[in-house]
């Protein structure tokens, strides 16, 4: 009898197990069953210090949280040369970067080998202001009164370093007029607060830290771009616009300065689906205050300026977002 008993407990557990581990009939979904399948992307951005880090990190986490089966992560990296490259060899799906290095990857100038033609423009983010740092008793007043001297025109083929040349060119100094100095922004501005240099050009947006690094302990000042040698070079240059620093944006720089800016781009690969870039877009824009809330220029990035100095051709799924919202005929 007992072992007729055992006999009948070891069945039914048995039973029971069966019934937890493969279910049971009439094909109804299980509580538990595997959720549907996550596309896990990556957007390059910039160093942990930057703008771009923090903005990136805004946008990943709207991403990820509004836009179902999407899942994206901000890389810190060194910026738009090195996203440029990585999206080049499909190592991300999304990257920031300056609108002019963009340009140049695209149609592959130094220090690009060779045309980077799988990439297409999602928006334009915040403007890059091209900033002339000089210390305010140098007698430095004027672009024309760099001839000779000591400039930090950026890391060499950096979107800095391109534009930088090109405004100087268009003031009618080229390279052989001043002592060019390839350093990064950062590292120019520590030349200047160390008198190494007389001028750092600095492309970021403002304010930028390291400047107003040196604003607090130096006496700065800031050269304008006229804009007569402006309309020389952006008659043909559909990324440079004509921006003003207003007065009071760095310690001990009282008045307002024109100069020139190029606007950070988001950018995706060519095969990026339509549908997932017009989802990303539209979540980005339906959550705009965090990303304004992430960063000082997260406040400059607006729908009515989102196709301001695109540099690249569009992707099909951003066009199709910006002909509903009317930004895009």
């Known amino acids: 009898m007992k072992k007729r008993y055992v006999v009948l407990v070891m069945l039914l557990v048995f039973a029971v197990t069966a019934q937890t581990v493969f279910g049971g009939g009439g094909g109804e979904k299980k509580e538990g069953a595997a959720a549907p399948a996550v596309r896990r992307l990556s957007l390059a951005t910039g160093g942990t210090a930057g703008t771009y880090y923090p903005i990136g990190a805004a946008m990943t986490n709207i991403i990820s949280k ?8 901000a890389e810190a990296t060194g910026a738009s040369v090195a996203n440029l490259k990585m999206i080049a060899e499909n190592k991300v799906d999304f990257m920031m970067g300056a609108a002019n290095t963009a340009y140049g990857g695209f149609t592959g100038e130094e220090p690009f080998p060779k045309p980077i033609s799988n990439i297409r423009g999602m928006m334009a983010l915040y403007p890059e202001t091209f900033q002339f740092v000089v210390l305010r008793n140098s007698g430095l007043k004027t672009l ?4 000779g001297k000591r400039v930090v025109v950026g890391a060499p083929g950096s979107g800095t370093e391109r534009t930088a040349k090109l405004l100087l060119e268009a003031h009618g100094i080229d390279y052989g007029d001043i002592k060019p100095q390839f350093l990064s922004f950062g590292e120019g501005v520590t030349a200047l607060k160390d008198r190494l240099v007389d001028c750092a050009i600095v492309g970021a947006g ?5 400047v107003v690094d040196a604003a607090a302990s130096l006496d700065i000042g800031l050269l304008s771009v006229k804009q007569d040698a402006f309309d020389k070079v952006a008659k043909d240059i559909q990324y440079l ?3 003003k620093i207003p007065a009071g944006t760095y310690k001990g720089v009282n008045e307002d300065v024109m100069t020139a800016a190029s606007p950070a781009l988001l950018i995706t690969r060519q095969d990026m689906d ?5 989802r990303i877009i539209a979540a980005l824009f339906d959550n705009l205050g965090d990303i304004q809330a992430s960063h000082v220029q997260g406040k400059s990035i607006t729908l009515e300026t989102a196709l301001n100095g695109m540099s690249l051709p569009l992707h099909p799924g951003a066009a199709r977002y910006f002909k509903e919202k009317g930004i895009l005929k």
């Open 66 to 73: 509004k836009v179902p089966g999407v899942e994206v992560t």
């Open 144 to 147: 024309a009164d760099l001839r």
């Open 206 to 210: 403002i304010p930028t830290s390291a």
């Open 241 to 243: 616009t004509m921006v």
């Open 274 to 278: 339509d549908e997932t870039v017009y």
